[in-house]
T-cell receptor
Framework: LAKTTQPISMDSYEGQEVNITCSHNNIATNDYITWYQQFPSQGPRFIIQGYKTKVTNEVASLFIPADRKSSTLSLPRVSLSDTAVYYCLVGEVWATDKLIFGTGTRLQVFP | GAVVSQHPSRVICKSGTSVKIECRSLDFQATTMFWYRQFPKQSLMLMATSNEGSKATYEQGVEKDKFLINHASLTLSTLTVTSAHPEDSSFYIC????????????FGPGTRLTVL
């Protein structure tokens, strides 16, 4: 699995858009980019997955440039309940393959 | 969506005793289950991968005789921490995957183990 680099922490205020960028310079052709969210004392929750360009679902958007060496998770209009750790994973993350979590980004949302 | 449960949610035990943690897929059959350990303020560390009916594959540095994993059915995997010590105190999380490779993994809520 490709190594990823994320900011250790980010702060935001309620109602703002938050963008978390993940660097993955060694991404391989068959690799997908997957983001998970984890609240304290809970298991991670799948947020979004993409391969290229832009993916959007009901909770987030994922932007992937043409070279795929980075990706940006965008959370629109965050609320206090979005305070969590966000993990970026890169690889052929099929369901039956092991996931290797990096350090993650600790997002703190203030009122 | 698919639901994974863990039991117990938290457990406190004395040093030297063994503790069993159960991981169940409630509404789907899980061909593969994973066990993670997470220390405070740290990321998840994969401990082992288990497939139903076969021996678990342990990650480097994880003692298979200390962390016994049994994946006896398509809906249940257990992790037994044998002869627990205070340094085994951690948050243990399982995840489960359905047969389809293109589906996502579903994580359990975790088990907080405290060894006195």
């Amino acid at each position: 699995l490709a190594k990823t680099t994320q900011p250790i922490s980010m702060d935001s205020y309620e109602g703002q858009e938050v963008n978390i960028t993940c660097s993955h310079n060694n991404i391989a052709t068959n690799d997908y980019i997957t983001w998970y969210q984890q609240f304290p004392s809970q298991g991670p929750r799948f947020i979004i997955q993409g391969y290229k360009t832009k993916v959007t679902n009901e909770v987030a958007s994922l932007f992937i440039p043409a070279d795929r060496k980075s990706s940006t998770l965008s959370l629109p209009r965050v609320s206090l309940s979005d305070t969590a750790v966000y993990y970026c994973l890169v690889g052929e993350v099929w369901a039956t393959d092991k996931l290797i979590f990096g350090t993650g980004t600790r997002l703190q949302v203030f009122p | 969506g698919a639901v994974v449960s863990q039991h117990p949610s938290r457990v406190i035990c004395k040093s030297g005793t063994s503790v069993k943690i159960e991981c169940r897929s409630l509404d789907f059959q899980a061909t593969t289950m994973f066990w993670y350990r997470q220390f405070p303020k740290q990321s998840l560390m994969l401990m082992a991968t288990s497939n139903e009916g076969s021996k678990a594959t342990y990650e480097q540095g994880v003692e298979k005789d200390k962390f016994l994993i049994n994946h006896a059915s398509l809906t249940l995997s257990t992790l037994t921490v044998t002869s627990a010590h205070p340094e085994d105190s951690s948050f243990y999380i399982c995840s489960a995957a359905q047969g389809s490779r293109t589906d996502t993994q579903y994580f359990g809520p975790g088990t907080r183990l405290t060894v006195l």
